[in-house]
């Protein structure tokens, strides 16, 4: 399993931090494999969070260079496509999860939405996550991008909506 991390690269908030560094050890703790935009912030945290349990990060980064990638990605993918890989973290997650955010979280969540990924908001968190927690983008799809109050939660409901499970 393949869970995208979505959340503000220069973010300060240690709420979200600390969100995104438990985020990512949950997700490695379950034996699925992170994936990020590679960068600071909350997908830095997450990845932290991920190798610290031992698990498997993917940064798809912006820029033509992989020096770019925070110290914990594993794997660089280097697309040279800035925004417009945006649409590779959400088409390469499974379901994803959003934590804070800003334009690019937005445009992450956008990609994710219309292809019909399953997407958890934390939204003690902030930013675009608070927004739209139990709400849906639009009228193309009959669910909402789900809620959840912490990183243990949000792990939790991702899951299970992933394997078709929703309660």
């Known amino acids: 399993m393949q869970i995208g991390v979505i959340g503000s690269r220069k973010t300060r908030n240690a709420a979200a931090l600390k969100a995104a ?80 955010g800003d334009c690019g979280t937005l445009s992450e969540a956008c990609q994710a939405w219309a292809y019909g990924k399953p997407i958890v908001a934390i939204k003690t968190t902030g930013g675009y996550a608070a927004k739209f927690a139990g709400k849906r983008m639009d009228e193309k799809r009959e669910d909402v991008i789900v809620s959840a109050k912490d990183a243990k939660e949000a792990v939790e409901k991702l899951f299970r909506l992933i394997a078709g499970v929703k309660r």
């Open 21 to 100: 560094y438990e985020v990512g050890r949950l997700v490695a703790k379950r034996g699925a494999i992170l994936i990020s935009g590679g960068l600071d912030g909350v997908m830095e945290e997450a990845c932290r969070g991920a190798k610290k349990e031992g698990g498997l990060t993917v940064g798809v980064l912006p820029g033509k260079s992989a020096v770019t990638a925070n110290p914990y990605v594993d794997v660089k993918v280097v697309t040279g496509m800035e925004w417009a890989r945006n649409q590779l973290v959400a088409l390469s997650s499974d379901g994803l999860i959003m934590i804070q």
